[in-house]
């Protein structure tokens, strides 16, 4: 299976600190991206990240691809109370480049 | 604007009844999605629908079946419902041009009792 799976399932900060999580995944990817879901919506893209890319910014956000760990990591700067979501890595599956498997999400709570 | 719209969004009915949920999406995307989030939030994909190409999911029971009739629309028909299948669902689209990033519809909450 191309699962992600994003660790840790739950994190609870304050406002203005830093938040990090991780994506693990089993196969080779061509893309993985990241997304947003606040409670009862749909889910947002953040971020896409390709697998010859390390590093990618965008805003507070900062991803990182770690292609021989199999590992991505979504870095929020200076995290705010309305970055309180779910956060799910997706990695396209067998190189088709149009589907994909997410995560089980990390829960980020942000308290102000 | 609404990118991808789904109806109806909230849908109660009982075990055994025949139910569907559309989508509808005004991007222009060639490729359709239908995700199902169960209740720990695992987001699963069922379907995708590209062009007339349709690629299930084989852990899917073949109680659900997409149909699209046009690009902009995929909907999705649930026969026998059972208790199993509440859950919320998503529908989604996307393009090859921005990589597959996928929009997501607001979701669908389907209580089966």
């Known amino acids: 299976s191309q699962q992600g799976e994003e660790d840790p399932q739950a994190l609870s900060i304050q406002e203005g600190e830093n938040a990090t999580m991780n994506c693990s995944y089993k196969?080779?990817?061509?893309?993985l991206q990241w997304y947003r879901q606040n409670s009862g919506r749909g889910l947002v893209h953040l971020i896409l990240?390709?697998?010859?890319?390390r590093e990618k910014h965008s805003g507070r956000l900062r991803v990182t691809l770690d292609t021989s760990k199999k590992s991505s990591s979504l870095l929020i700067t200076a995290s705010r109370a309305a970055d309180t979501a779910s956060y799910f890595c997706?990695?396209?599956?067998?190189?088709?480049?149009?589907?994909?498997?997410f995560g089980t999400g990390t829960s980020l709570t942000v308290i102000p | 604007d609404t990118a991808v719209s789904q109806t109806p969004k909230y849908l109660v009915t009982q075990m055994g009844n025949d139910k569907s949920i559309k989508c509808e999406q005004n991007?222009?995307?060639?490729?359709m999605y239908w995700y199902k989030q169960d209740s720990k939030k695992f987001l699963k994909i069922m379907f995708s629908?590209?062009?007339?190409?349709?690629?299930i999911n084989e852990t899917v029971p073949n109680r659900f079946s997409p149909k699209s009739p046009d690009k902009a629309h995929l909907n999705l028909h649930i026969n026998s419902l059972e208790l199993g299948d509440s859950a919320v669902y998503f529908c989604?689209?996307?393009?090859?041009?921005?990589?597959?990033?996928?929009?997501f519809g607001p979701g669908t909450r389907l209580t089966v009792t």
């Open positions: 989604a689209s996307s393009t090859p041009g921005t990589a597959y990033e996928q929009y």
């Open positions: 196969t080779s990817i061509n893309n």
């Open positions: 990240i390709r697998s010859n890319e």
């Open positions: 997706a990695t396209d599956w067998q190189g088709t480049g149009n589907q994909f498997y």
């Open positions: 991007l222009g995307h060639d490729t």
């Open positions: 629908y590209n062009n007339k190409e349709l690629i």
